[in-house]
């Protein structure tokens, strides 16, 4: 009896397995098919039956978390929580949680113990990076740049040698304001991979960004001339081209040259000047065209174009026009963008 007992008994084990194994699958399909509470339903019925399996209690917290059932995907976590409180993936199906609720501090928390969880197969170096990768877009999302640069530095010293890993943390490097770190990821990045269009165009945006407009035409460049040609790569094409076409202090420019540019640059920003003054009167803009015009005469009256202390107060002089016209009249395009640009670097802005 015992014996037949304990046969029947393994039999309807079975059976039970496999019916709950069926509604998850069900449950699968349904939440693939974007029927929500179809699959909450089928997971239920799942989990009724074996409330052991971590598989179908995900399943579960998905699913109810994707229909708003917030409250209960949250108690169904922490009772898996509890039982294992190091699990990386019911950590990780928690963070997701919080973070789907804006409750920022909690889904770090928990992101964290995803991260210092046990993560088993093969793939477990690539799944821990990309819980890494949730937790920075999380962080920029909400304007922590702080705490996502010290996850990126953490990110930038384990990923493989790869141009498209590198590329992808450069990105985020950029959206937490870190162009330099971007930049020596975009530069690793084409190392690896010369033709790499996007780490290209990717590179000409961050040397853009750190102010070197030589090494950005260069990137920018190259990046053309592999396919990329979107219109944000082709307008800081446009713009370095101009800004390293019209600096007086470019290299291996002769007296002359620094001495035309100057005067281009100043009579370029003049005319912009006078468009504005056109739409009211301005104390300030008058005052501005005034030294322009005084500057020009210096400029003008020098034979010997030799004083660098002269072109940088030329160049702080078209920085103050220019930025007191984009207060009034609205952002400098094109040419004048390239000579506020210009004055922004060299220039004496105080």
Same mark, same amino acid.
């Given at each position: 009896?015992?014996l037949?007992?304990?046969?029947?008994a393994?039999?309807?084990?079975?059976?039970d397995?496999? %019916?709950?194994?069926?509604?998850?699958?069900?449950g699968?399909?349904?939440?693939?098919a974007?029927d929500?509470?179809?699959?909450?339903?089928?997971?239920r019925?799942?989990?009724?039956?074996?409330?052991?399996?971590?598989?179908?209690v995900?399943?579960?917290?998905?699913?109810l978390?994707?229909?708003?059932?917030?409250?209960?995907?949250q108690?169904?976590?922490?009772?898996?929580?509890?039982s294992?409180?190091?699990?990386?993936?019911?950590?990780?199906?928690?963070?997701?949680?919080?973070?789907?609720?804006?409750?920022?501090?909690n889904?770090?928390?928990y992101?964290?113990?995803?991260?210092?969880g046990?993560w088993?197969?093969?793939?477990?170096?690539?799944?821990?990076?990309?819980v890494?990768?949730?937790?920075?877009?999380?962080?920029?999302?909400?304007?922590?740049?702080?705490?996502?640069?010290?996850?990126?530095?953490i990110?930038d010293?384990?990923?493989?040698d790869?141009?498209?890993?590198h590329?992808q943390?450069?990105?985020l490097?950029?959206?937490?304001?870190?162009?330099r770190?971007?930049?020596d990821?975009?530069?690793e990045?084409?190392?690896?991979?010369?033709?790499?269009?996007?780490?290209?165009?990717?590179?000409?945006?961050?040397?853009?960004?750190?102010?070197?407009?030589?090494?950005?035409r260069?990137?920018l460049?190259?990046? %053309?001339?592999?396919g990329?040609?979107?219109?944000?790569t082709?307008?800081?094409?446009?713009?370095?081209?101009?800004v390293?076409s019209y600096?007086?202090?470019?290299?291996?420019?002769?007296?002359?040259?620094?001495?035309?540019?100057?005067?281009?640059?100043?009579?370029?920003?003049?005319q912009?000047?006078?468009?504005?003054?056109?739409?009211?009167?301005?104390?300030?803009?008058?005052?501005?065209?005034?030294?322009?015009?005084?500057?020009?005469?210096?400029?003008d009256?020098?034979?010997?174009?030799?004083?660098?202390?002269?072109?940088?107060?030329?160049?702080?002089?078209?920085?103050?026009?220019?930025?007191?016209v984009n207060?009034?009249?609205?952002?400098?395009?094109?040419?004048?963008?390239a000579?506020l640009?210009?004055?922004?670097k060299?220039?004496?802005?105080?």
């Amino acid at each position: 009896m015992f014996l037949i007992t304990r046969s029947v008994a393994a039999r309807q084990d079975a059976i039970d397995t496999h %019916v709950a194994a069926t509604w998850y699958q069900d449950g699968l399909r349904r939440f693939a098919a974007g029927d929500v509470n179809g699959a909450i339903d089928s997971f239920r019925k799942a989990t009724g039956i074996d409330r052991e399996n971590r598989a179908y209690v995900l399943a579960l917290a998905d699913a109810l978390a994707a229909g708003n059932h917030t409250m209960e995907a949250q108690q169904a976590l922490m009772r898996l929580r509890e039982s294992d409180p190091t699990n990386a993936e019911v950590n990780l199906h928690l963070a997701r949680l919080a973070a789907k609720t804006g409750d920022v501090n909690n889904a770090v928390l928990y992101y964290h113990s995803s991260l210092d969880g046990m993560w088993a197969g093969p793939e477990a170096t690539e799944r821990r990076r990309n819980v890494r990768l949730e937790l920075i877009h999380l962080l920029i999302d909400h304007h922590d740049e702080n705490r996502a640069l010290s996850e990126l530095l953490i990110l930038d010293s384990e990923l493989p040698d790869d141009s498209n890993a590198h590329v992808q943390a450069a990105k985020l490097f950029l959206k937490a304001d870190d162009a330099r770190h971007a930049l020596d990821d975009f530069d690793e990045a084409v190392r690896l991979d010369p033709h790499n269009a996007d780490a290209l165009a990717g590179a000409g945006e961050a040397a853009f960004q750190l102010g070197d407009y030589r090494k950005a035409r260069h990137y920018l460049d190259e990046a %053309v001339a592999q396919g990329e040609r979107s219109a944000q790569t082709l307008h800081l094409l446009s713009l370095v081209r101009m800004v390293t076409s019209y600096d007086p202090l470019g290299p291996g420019l002769s007296p002359k040259e620094r001495q035309q540019r100057l005067l281009s640059g100043l009579d370029e920003s003049t005319q912009r000047l006078d468009a504005c003054q056109s739409r009211g009167e301005s104390a300030n803009l008058d005052a501005l065209k005034a030294e322009a015009g005084a500057m020009r005469s210096q400029i003008d009256s020098t034979t010997m174009f030799h004083d660098p202390g002269l072109i940088t107060a030329g160049l702080g002089l078209i920085y103050r026009i220019q930025d007191a016209v984009n207060s009034r009249c609205g952002e400098a395009e094109g040419a004048n963008e390239a000579l506020l640009l210009i004055g922004r670097k060299h220039g004496d802005t105080q």
